[in-house]
């Protein structure tokens, strides 16, 4: 089930190049169960046909003010629509959306609405960095319009820039974005991923067997709940739509990381950080030699959920894991109470199907307040949301 599940969602095409992509984001938006009323204007028709869109989407093409079955398409459209997605969106769009102009059943359409709209530009980069365009864009924004930033790569005609439409699957999870609960937008979240790895010597580590679902899992729920989300990850998966994604590898490159963004609205300690390093990596790779077996001499490393902790501005939420194989609730507490924490995670990793490398989950939520919330097993992204849940109701206790 997708926040697009049931709604109506009219798709404006407009006429560029990249119209032929608006033919998979109609596909994606009926997959995730949108009911899709797709608009085409007159240039949209130069480069894709009416008959793909009458078969892929729910409804037949409309593209004009003067249907004789229907007298007033724009206001019926307008008014119906739970959500309006202009992609692509080019310059001229940009223009007429920003003065108000109606001449055709696009246009007409985004004025006769109250339903939230979405626009996602592409142009060449030259057309996307006049000042006018720049300028229509900023006044779009200001007014509540949702703009999905083109990418840089490579543009018609052969020539490479800034001014790609957004990637299809990227435009439908912004319109998921912008019909979810919003209940943590403006916040800014910080959530890190993966074990760490502690070098032995160039090419050895120590690790764990943290693979960062869970991780990315909370990144992708929080910015689909509409924060703004750092990513700070040690491993290499497709980043989560709309999230920076800060890469390190060892507990201390984590620790900086982490610290560059210490006054985040919410933290949530998701990576497993190494508790020991060796103390001395080689500086060369360790050869086997005549036989000898090395002794790795091991360290503590810097626990620097503790120091977050300690220096908690007034209303962050600061979340920590407890990744435990016994004694759950007792180790968790424990360590919410030590590390100074709002909530902690407390996951049974010898449980079957949760924990590391699995896609599914099953935790319990222990709060400050002592509450305790069970999450039963279930996709990592579930799990994800549950504790968002209970962040929000953290969040709403502060004064
Ligand atoms: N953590 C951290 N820095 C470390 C070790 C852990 O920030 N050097 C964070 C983890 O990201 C996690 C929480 O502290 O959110 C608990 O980690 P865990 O390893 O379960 O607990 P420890 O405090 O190391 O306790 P123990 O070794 O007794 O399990």
């Known amino acids: 089930m997708t926040n697009l599940d049931g709604a109506r969602v009219v798709l404006g095409v407009t006429g560029g190049i990249a119209a032929y992509k608006a033919i998979e984001i109609c596909r994606r938006l009926v997959d995730a169960g949108a009911h899709v009323v797709p608009i085409l204007t007159e240039g949209a028709e130069h480069f894709?046909?009416?008959?793909?869109?009458?078969?892929?989407?729910?409804?037949?093409?409309?593209?004009?003010?003067?249907?004789?079955?229907?007298?007033?398409?724009?206001?019926?459209?307008?008014?119906?629509?739970?959500?309006?997605?202009?992609?692509?969106?080019?310059?001229?769009?940009?223009?007429?959306?920003?003065?108000g102009r109606s001449d055709d059943l696009l246009t007409a359409t985004l004025i006769a609405t109250r339903a939230p709209v979405m626009i996602a530009p592409a142009m060449h980069t030259e057309m996307w960095e006049h000042p006018a365009v720049q300028d229509n864009l900023t006044v779009l924004r200001d007014r509540g319009v949702h703009v999905v930033d083109p990418e840089p790569g490579r543009l018609a005609g052969g020539d490479i820039g800034f001014g790609r439409l957004a990637a299809p699957r990227s435009v439908v999870a912004h319109a998921e974005r912008v019909l979810a609960s919003g209940d943590l937008s403006g916040t800014h979240v910080v959530i890190t991923a993966g074990g760490t790895r502690e070098a032995i010597d160039p090419v050895r580590v120590i690790s764990n067997r943290s693979t960062g679902k869970q991780g990315y899992a909370l990144a992708e729920a929080a910015w689909m709940r509409g924060a703004d989300v750092t990513l700070i990850s040690t491993v290499d998966r497709e980043s989560p739509i709309g999230c920076t994604v800060v890469s390190v590898e060892s507990a201390s490159q984590m620790q900086d990381a982490v610290m560059a963004v210490a006054d985040a609205d919410i933290i949530v300690m998701a990576a497993a950080v190494a508790d020991f390093r060796p103390a001395s990596p080689a500086g060369e790779k360790i050869k086997k030699g005549a036989g000898e077996v090395p002794e790795i001499l091991l360290e503590k490393t810097h626990d620097f959920l503790v120091d977050l902790g300690q220096q908690k501005p007034n209303g962050q939420v600061l979340v920590g894991f407890a990744a435990e194989t016994e004694n759950l609730l007792e180790n968790a507490r424990g360590k919410l109470e030590r590390k100074n924490l709002d909530l902690i995670v407390a996951n049974d990793v010898s449980a079957p199907d949760a924990g590391f490398a699995h896609d599914t989950n099953k935790v319990t939520l222990v709060l400050g307040s002592g509450e305790e919330i069970d999450v039963p097993l279930g996709s990592k992204r579930v799990v994800a949301d549950a504790i968002f849940d209970a962040v929000v109701g953290v969040r709403g206790t502060f004064p």
């Open 48 to 99: 894709v046909g009416r008959t793909t869109f009458d078969a892929l989407a729910s409804e037949k093409v409309q593209s004009t003010l003067w249907d004789e079955t229907s007298p007033i398409p724009h206001t019926l459209l307008g008014q119906t629509a739970d959500l309006i997605i202009v992609a692509p969106a080019t310059a001229r769009l940009l223009a007429d959306y920003r003065m």
